[in-house]
């Protein structure tokens, strides 16, 4: 379980990020979501029109991947549209396989202390 991976002082919140994530990504109509806004944004009723489901549906799987911190949304006029948070993702994923590879756990220890470091010395 991710929880069990955590140490040095992190916190619960981060797998908590990271668990909304991997349950936002379980779901085949939300990666499809994903696949149409990788390149443009789009209104709910036009992502709506890509499927064969109600628009409650959607919104629902809309506001999952919201949650998730996945997209974004932005009133336009009388149109709310959706886009992909493009870095939340990648930062997510990456952050996860820090967290279990064994190779990357010492280097982000590492990268914590220097961290702490540059803080203590007015950089950070």
Do not use: W
């Amino acid at each position: 379980m991710i929880e069990d991976n955590i140490s040095d002082g992190e916190t619960a919140a981060g797998s908590g990020a990271i668990q909304r994530v991997f349950e936002a990504l379980s779901s085949q109509p939300r990666r499809k979501i994903l696949a149409y806004l990788a390149h443009s944004s789009l209104t709910a009723g036009e992502i709506a029109a890509r499927f064969d489901m109600s628009k409650p549906s959607i919104s629902q799987h809309l506001s999952i991947l919201e949650t998730a911190g996945l997209i974004a949304k932005e009133r336009q006029g009388q149109f709310i549209h959706y886009s992909l948070v493009q870095n939340n993702l990648v930062n997510t994923l990456n952050g996860f396989v820090q967290d279990v590879c064994p190779v990357s756990r010492p280097i982000k220890r590492e990268s914590k202390e220097l961290g702490r470091g540059d803080a203590a010395k007015g950089r950070g």
